[in-house]
């Protein structure tokens, strides 16, 4: 990631005001985890899978604070038991930002399974969400999702692809 | 030793805290054992997520004690918690884990601390989390609540319970969601904040 697409980020976690991230680091976003874990306004908390990030996050939304789940797209499928039971079980809302593994261009072989299964998963659970490609809507989206999870009281996702993650 | 004397125990210690306990049997049995404390708790309904779930709640209210009522089989679904609490840290966290060795829920098939050679308290110490014990008498178990409940690093202790359910007590009416409200109306008017509040327009 390009430091200005950094922070884009960062503003837009900010304006949402995000005070905790929950992320396990993958290589599309590095350039993002030391900024987080460097920001004073931002505690970071690094979890052992998504899955238990969501359930941190939950757990954050109940204190009053607002919370992210920052992660790969791969992600996401680890999270969709804690996510399914929150959200639909109980309406604890859970932001997710995720770099879009697979997407066209991808050349991994390892990542196809990310591209293919993020998009079915997210309707699956009837999860709304933004694909950005452009770093100029990155900081809008995310604030976007805040408000939406917080008139639904259920998850929202915006997942960070094209140039702004390669 | 009966989960439902434990919880009689831990509860005559509660007033303030805040708790969040996982699903089966043990949720009528909380409500009973601890009236006082039903808009306090959160009963949720999933494996691996309670401890994780308290751990966020103790992380946005750093001057609330916060309660974790997991369960060998809840705890085993996510043992990657114990490592990130480790590391963590939060002064805030007491950890019951009710270890009945088995899934009580359908019919009590066992968990994997049913063979004696799985300790999940051994696996809290070499995570990181030094006050992590067994309990196996109500009396041991009444102590490390005591300890737990003023401690300023997390504490864990596992309370080796028979798979017996308390019998003729109330059940909870109430669904995930109107729990979740109930918790958090109750957070809000006890803290003073909003969690969730009015849309822009009525």
């Known amino acids: ?68 789940l920052v992660m790969e797209n791969s992600g996401l499928r680890a999270s969709v038991e804690p996510l399914s039971r929150m959200g639909l079980g109980a309406g604890i809302p859970v932001v997710m930002l995720m770099s879009y ?24 659970l009837r999860i709304p969400y933004t694909v950005e490609r452009e770093e100029a809507d990155i900081e809008q989206s995310i604030v976007n999702a805040y408000e939406l999870a917080y008139s639904s009281y259920y998850h929202t996702a915006v997942a960070l692809s094209g140039s702004i993650v390669r | ?28 049995e909380w409500y009973n054992a601890a009236p006082h404390m039903r808009e306090a708790s959160l009963f949720q309904q999933q494996l691996g997520c309670v401890t994780p779930q308290a751990f966020g709640l ?34 805030n966290l007491f950890i019951v884990v009710w270890d009945n060795e088995q899934y009580q829920s359908i019919g009590g098939p066992k968990t994997h601390t049913a063979s004696g050679r799985v300790d999940l308290a051994g696996i809290a110490r070499a995570s990181g989390i030094d006050h992590a014990y067994t309990a196996t008498t109500l009396e041991e178990f009444d102590a490390h609540c005591e300890a737990g409940l003023k401690a300023d690093v997390p504490y864990v202790v596992v309370a080796k319970v028979s798979g017996t359910v308390q019998p003729e007590i109330k059940r909870k009416h109430s669904d995930g969601r109107e729990d979740k ?11 003073g904040i909003t969690i969730m509040g009015p849309s822009e327009h009525n």
């Open chain 1, 101 to 124: 593994r697979g997407d066209m261009g991808e050349n991994n072989w390892w990542a196809v399974p990310h591209g293919i299964t993020m998009e079915p998963i997210l309707k699956a």
């Open chain 2, 181 to 191: 409200y109930i918790f958090v109306r109750h957070v809000e008017k006890t803290e």
């Open chain 2, 58 to 91: 103790a992380v946005g209210l750093p001057e609330r004690r916060i309660i974790s009522l997991d369960t060998d089989g809840g705890l085993l679904f996510n043992l990657g918690i114990l490592a990130t609490l480790g590391n963590e840290q939060p002064k």
């Open chain 1, 1 to 68: 990631m390009q430091q200005s697409a950094v922070e884009a980020v960062i503003r837009g976690l900010k304006r949402a005001g995000v005070t905790l991230v929950c992320y396990l680091p993958d290589s599309l976003f590095k350039e993002l985890y030391p900024a987080l874990d460097a920001d004073p306004d931002i505690r970071t908390i690094q979890v052992t899978n998504e899955g238990e990030g969501a359930a941190i996050c939950g757990g954050l939304f109940l204190s009053g604070q607002r919370a992210a």
């Open chain 2, 1 to 28: 030793m009966k989960r439902f004397d434990c919880m009689t125990r831990l509860a005559t210690r509660l007033s303030d805290e805040l708790v969040i306990l996982s699903l089966g049997a043990s949720v009528d």
